[in-house]
């Protein structure tokens, strides 16, 4: 069985500052996708970020890097210079191969506040 | 491009009434998902189509809930009767296809709150 743990139920962060999201995951496959999602207050799920699980270098997209640590089964959303915008709740996702059918697991999420 | 489009935003109704959500998804995604949000989780897999085929569907309460994906295009979810606990978001999305590198795009939800 597949399980994601994102610990942080809050986080606040400074406008401009970077902030590291954390997220832990549990999986007996070796082939593996990780996801990020951003759920702003309007509900819409924002794909952020993916990274596979046999990628060897840190997916990066504009401001955000995945810091993955493949032995730690680990796979933290870092945000570089946060943006008011970027208040939202964030998932950590991942889809892996269970009972021969690829199931998506989300995380119960994190919500980040950026302030002024 | 267009994204997945879900309607309609919101829905109120009276517990053992029928609801019906709807969901366009990317076109050309093969792969459509819908989910279930409750109030401070992550989405939860309800059934996941593979074109018109259904081949995930063990978390679907299958007494009350049915879906389907016509020509493996749109498709709806329908809860009859409602119960209060029904109440949450339902996310519907879509993928080019199953495999675990393929990234998922989201609709916005249908609101679903039962009085």
């Known amino acids: 069985a597949q399980k994601i743990t994102q610990t942080q139920p809050g986080m606040f962060v400074q406008e401009k500052e970077a902030v590291t999201l954390d997220c832990t995951y549990d999986?007996?496959?070796?082939?593996?996708?990780l996801f990020w999602y951003k759920q702003p207050s309007s509900g819409e799920m924002i794909f952020l970020i993916y990274q596979g699980s046999y990628d060897e270098q840190n997916a990066t997209e504009g401001r955000y890097s995945l810091n993955f640590q493949k032995a730690r089964k680990s796979a933290n959303l870092v945000i570089s210079a946060s943006q008011l915008g970027d208040s939202a709740m964030y998932f950590c996702?991942?889809?892996?191969?269970?009972?021969?059918?690829?199931?998506?697991?989300f995380g119960r999420g994190t919500s980040l506040i950026v302030h002024p | 491009e267009a994204g997945v489009v879900q309607s309609p935003r919101y829905k109120i109704i009276e517990k053992k009434q029928p609801v019906a959500f709807w969901c366009n998804p990317i076109s050309g995604h093969n792969t459509l998902y819908w989910y279930r949000q409750n109030l401070g989780q992550g989405p939860e897999l309800l059934i996941r189509?593979?074109?018109?085929?259904?081949?995930?569907d063990s978390q679907l309460p299958k007494d009350r809930f049915s879906a389907e994906r016509l020509k493996g295009v749109d498709s709806t979810l329908k809860i009859q009767p409602a119960e209060l606990g029904d109440s949450a978001v339902y996310l519907c999305?879509?993928?080019?296809?199953?495999?675990?590198?393929?990234?998922?795009?989201f609709g916005q939800g249908t609101r679903l709150t039962v009085v």
């Open positions: 996702a991942m889809r892996g191969l269970s009972g021969g059918s690829y199931i998506p697991t």
């Open positions: 999305a879509s993928s080019l296809d199953p495999g675990v590198y393929t990234e998922a795009f």
């Open positions: 999986t007996s496959d070796q082939s593996y996708g």
């Open positions: 189509y593979e074109n018109e085929e259904a081949v995930d």
